[in-house]
């Protein structure tokens, strides 16, 4: 089956991007190089290109009802423009997928979901909306979307898009109009430093794109350093950090379960792994020297495997080797030495905390 392409696919071509397949789609991995493009977002401003991302927009008198069920944070009672990160999760408390839930106004939602897991999120979120007075619209094929991150993104968005931003707080959002369109404006972002998310149709992301590479103060960044970005400040992928397999209790992700709500997918069995611990955890490990840690390598305690590496790179902001691994919990505490094996050879290593980076968002 061909991979579908973004609506600024021609554009990335013709600015000679690296293409390649991710979670269906062709996209960019790098245009000048991940590094260039890692630190154009932590000094400056970058823009990437995420319309490869689901959308679902839910309403009826039983939204906020529904999105509680199927999701592991608590929407109840929030303010319209509030955003919310957490999980949809299987009743054994696997994960479907992570995403954002935004309270667009009362009994309205848009839900963002991770590109490769579209087809199966639309299906599980049709399939739990039966018992509820709701409507799911899929858009996916409607939204286009941008990221512009970085510290200098703020005034990037306000002149050179024209897009009012300064008075959005960290997780919130606003609908904006223009060109008899509706435009969702969030301050959200998958970098660790302040930058903002913006949806809308195809024709407005082309042109809002167009605008950004032609006023100079904003480089185009490709799926490559969107990784490293992620990765060093400890921000999970599916498919990596969390899975079927990987609930997120095992992620570390339980501030983003709200066990004292009422019952949602998942509950009892994430509530049990809290309370009665889980066999492995998601952990990070710094090793010594430059050698590189990959995803699916195994992580060694006196020489019997014990886990294996979910990410790894050498971090490009912090300059070290460094990666996130799935190990059994007994090793999971910060200070353990553990090896890693690359290829033939083991590289010591040691636990530490998954935040390699500091976070620089807005206050």
């Known amino acids: 089956m061909e991979n579908k392409k973004t609506c600024l696919y021609d554009k990335h071509v013709a600015l000679g991007a690296l293409m390649q397949p991710f979670a269906g789609f062709e996209m960019p991995i790098q245009y000048s190089s991940i590094q260039e493009e890692h630190f154009a977002v932590r000094q400056a401003c970058g823009v990437f290109d995420v319309s490869h991302m689901g959308e679902v927009i839910v309403s009826g008198a039983d939204a906020e009802k529904y999105i509680n069920y199927i999701f592991t944070n608590d929407v109840a009672g929030a303010p319209d423009g509030k955003i919310f990160y957490g999980m949809m999760c299987y009743p054994d408390g696997g994960t479907v997928d992570d995403l954002l839930v935004y309270k667009i106004m009362n009994n309205n939602y848009f839900v963002v979901i991770n590109a490769a897991n579209i087809d199966k999120d639309v299906e599980w979120m049709r399939k739990q ?4 007075n709701v409507i799911l619209c899929h858009k996916s094929e409607y939204f286009g979307q941008l990221a512009v991150q970085g510290p200098e993104s703020e005034g990037v ?79 999970p992928l599916y498919g990596d950090e969390l899975s079927q397999d990987i609930s997120p209790i095992m992620a570390g992700l339980g501030f983003f379960v709200k066990l004292d709500k009422e019952n949602f997918i998942g509950k009892e069995a994430l509530k049990a792994q809290k309370e009665n611990g889980v066999e492995r955890k998601l952990v990070g490990i710094e090793l010594e020297g430059k050698a590189i840690p990959r995803h699916g390598y195994s992580v060694l305690k006196d020489g ?13 902001s912090v300059d070290k080797s460094v990666c996130m691994a799935l190990v059994d ?17 083991t590289f010591p290593g040691i636990v530490v905390k998954k935040k390699f980076y ?3 968002y807005k206050k």
Request: with cysteine; net charge negative; proline share 3%.
């Open 157 to 235: 968005v306000e002149d050179v898009l024209g897009l009012p931003c300064k008075d959005l707080a960290f997780y919130t959002c606003k609908t904006l109009d223009r060109f008899d369109e509706t435009i969702y404006l969030s301050r959200t972002g998958y970098t660790g430093e302040d930058g903002f998310e913006i949806y809308g149709s195809h024709e407005f992301i082309q042109e809002a794109w167009d605008k950004l590479l032609a006023s100079g103060r904003c480089k185009p960044c490709g799926l490559g350093c969107r990784d490293t970005l992620r990765f060093e400040v400890g921000l």
């Open 329 to 345: 919990s007994r090793f999971a505490k910060l200070g353990t030495p553990l090896d890693i094996q690359i290829r033939k050879k």
């Open 129 to 132: 909306a039966e018992k509820f």
């Open 304 to 316: 019997e495997t014990v886990g294996e590496v979910t990410t790894g790179y050498h971090c490009l």
């Open 358 to 360: 500091e976070k620089h």
